[in-house]
């Protein structure tokens, strides 16, 4: 079963705490209780953000994600050298069940356990879909983001969000200015 979130979860729980301390990364804030009604937000998984989002016109950003280690970063606990890592980091349970490592390789694990498999997906940084994914809403980015798709206005809020799980991991140097344009996803 998908997790439902209120606006006030959406914000505690679509992104880390750190990052929205660290500036309000959304182009639109989340409305006050007071400014509009309750709303309950539902992980809808990679499957409904595909049927959009694969095109050439719509920017490619399901073949982008789909080729990217985003796409498998779940994937990747389950091998082999997914142990060592682990066992340095002072691990006890296989990687693929460690909290420590599903809150980065696939962090809906706890909010949206049926969606862990995707791994890094479009709903791990753009918010549960549930209410913005029609397209009569996604056709109006400013509509879309009031109803919960999270959207960034600099590289800056972007690189904020990709640092709360690359920054230091597993003891490797994070270059945002290599890695963004390898899925990087601009239209629409």
């Not at 992104?15 to 660290?22: D, G, H, L, T």
């Not at 796409?71 to 349970?93: C, V």
């Not at 599903?102 to 791994?119: D, R, T």
């Not at 009031?146 to 140097?173: E, F, M, N, W």
Request: hydrophobic share 40%.
């Amino acid at each position: 079963m998908k997790k439902i979130l209120t606006w006030a979860a959406l914000a505690a729980l679509a992104v880390p705490a750190s990052v929205i301390a660290a500036g309000a990364f959304l182009v639109h804030p989340l409305p006050s209780p007071s400014s509009s009604p309750a709303q309950d937000y539902v992980y809808v998984g990679v499957p409904k953000c595909q049927i959009c989002h694969r095109t050439e016109r719509q920017g490619k950003q399901f073949p982008v994600w789909d080729e990217s280690r985003h796409s498998k970063s779940f994937a990747a606990l389950s091998r082999p050298e997914a142990a060592a890592p682990a066992k340095a980091a002072g691990l006890t349970t296989p990687p693929a069940g460690s909290e420590s490592c599903l809150k980065c390789h696939a962090p809906l694990y706890a909010k949206a356990p049926e969606l862990k498999a995707e791994g890094v997906s479009c709903e791990v940084c753009h918010g549960p879909g549930s209410v913005y994914k029609k397209l009569t809403l996604m056709n109006n980015r400013t509509e879309a983001a009031q109803r919960g798709l999270i959207v960034y206005d600099s590289p800056d809020k972007i690189k904020a969000l990709c640092l709360t799980c690359h920054a230091g991991a597993h003891g490797k140097t994070f270059d945002f200015d290599t890695a963004w344009p390898k899925i990087r996803h601009m239209k629409p």
